[in-house]
C-alpha cells in the first residue's frame, strides 16, 4: 500500500504538470499594449505634444523616435478636431510586429464626421515595451496630404488651404488659393439656392505625383487637370467634408480668370454634392458646375468652348449629349473639352431658354433619383415640360446657333 500510495503520489504531479503544459496558453499581452500605445500617440497628436509623439517611436537602437518625429512635423499644423487609431489586425514575430489600424479624424471646423483610412505600422519591442518603427498607408488606402511632406496651413474667410511645404511655394502663395476659395464661395451661393456649409477644404500637393497619390489612382489619369473634388453624394449628413485636390502642375500654368473657374468649378461640387446621386448624369453635374463657373463673367460660348467651336465649323458637331465615358480623364483630350464644352452649353440654354430657377430645379429633380433610369426623364418632363428627344434637338440648335 506505500508503494501504490507513493506511486500514485508521483503521477498526481505528473498529471499536474501535463495538465499544465497541454492547457491553454496566457494570452498574448502585445495587441493591449500596443492599443494603448496608439492611444498615447493620438493623445500627443492633439495636445501638440511634440516630444510625447516622439516617445511613441523611441525605442533604444531603433528609428521610430526620427520617423516619429518627421511625422509629427509634417502633420502640426493641420487644424484637429479629433484623431483616433482603431486596432483592426496584428501579427507578432518575436520582438517585431506588423499591425493595420483605421485612422478617424476630423479637420476642426470643417469636418462633420471623422474621415477614416487605415493605416499599415510597424513594431518593436524593447525592454518590455512596444514602439512604432513606422506608419504608412495601409494596402490600397490613398495617401494622406502629411504622408507627401511637411503641411503648411492657411485659413481664408470661406476656406482652409493645406499644401506641401516646398522651397518654390511659401505661405504666400497658399495665400494666393485661399483668396480664390474665398470668392468662389459667394459665387456659388448666389447660384445655388440649396443648403450646404459655405466652406471649402482645399489641398495643394507638391506635385502631379502627389494628386494622384491622394486620390489612389495613376497621375497619367490625371494629367492636365487641373482640380477634382472628392466626397460622397447623396447628402447622408455623415460624411466629412469634400476636399478639393489641386493638380498644380496644371493649376499653375493658368490665368487668374482660369484659377478662378476652376474653384468656383470645384466649389460647385461641394455645395451640390447633398443633391447629387448615382441618377445624376455627369453631363449635368460637370455642365453645371462650369456654368457656375462662368455665370456672370461675360465669357461667349465662341470664347469658353474653342473645341466645339472648331467642331462647328467643320460641321461635326455631336449628335448627343456627352455619356459619362467621355468624362474619363485618361481619354482624348479633345474629345474630353468638347464633353465639359457641350455640358456647359446644356446648362447654359436651360438657364436662358427656361430660366436659372429652372436649372437649379431641374438639378434636384435628377438627383432625387436613387437609379439612372428614368430620372433624366422624368425630370425634364416634369420641370421643363420636354423629353430627351426634344431637349437633344434643341441642345443642337443652340449649339449650331452660339458656335456658327
Known sequence: MAGRGRGSWVLGICVALLVGCGGPSAPDAAPGDVRRLLDRRAEAVLDR??????????????????????????LREVPLQSWQYRLTAFRRNGARATATADLRYRIKGYDSEPLVTSRSLTLEERDGRWYVASERPAKKATQQLWDQ??????????????GIRRGDRDETTLREYAE????????????????????????????LDGMAGLLGAPASGY??????????????GEAP??????????????GDFGKQVVLTHEATHVATRARTSPATPLWLSEGFADWVGYRGTGRTATQAAPELRRAAQR??????LPDDDAFGFSGDAGKLAQAYEGSWLACRMIADQ???????EFYEAVGAHKKRPG??????????????????????????AELG
Open 180 to 207: 480664390l476659395a474665398d470668392r468662389a464661395v459667394p459665387l456659388v451661393r448666389d447660384a445655388w439656392r440649396g443648403k450646404w456649409p459655405e466652406r471649402v477644404v482645399v489641398m495643394v500637393p507638391g506635385s
Open 315 to 320: 460641321e461635326q458637331l455631336p449628335g448627343t
Open 149 to 162: 511632406g511637411p503641411v503648411t496651413s492657411v485659413r481664408g474667410a470661406h476656406s482652409l488651404v493645406l
Open 49 to 74: 505634444d511634440a516630444d510625447a509623439f516622439r516617445a511613441t517611436g523611441r525605442a533604444a537602437g531603433g528609428t521610430g523616435a526620427s520617423e516619429a518625429g518627421e511625422a509629427y512635423d509634417n
Open 375 to 400: 430620372a433624366l426623364e422624368d425630370a425634364l418632363r416634369e420641370v421643363l415640360d420636354t423629353t430627351p428627344e426634344e431637349f437633344t434637338a434643341r441642345w443642337r440648335t443652340y449649339l449650331r
Open 241 to 254: 467634408a469634400d476636399r478639393i485636390i489641386v493638380n498644380p502642375e496644371a493649376y499653375g500654368v493658368l
Open 223 to 236: 494629367r492636365g487637370i487641373a482640380a477634382v473634388t472628392t466626397g460622397e453624394t447623396g447628402g447622408s
Open 354 to 360: 427656361w430660366g436659372e430657377k429652372e436649372l437649379t
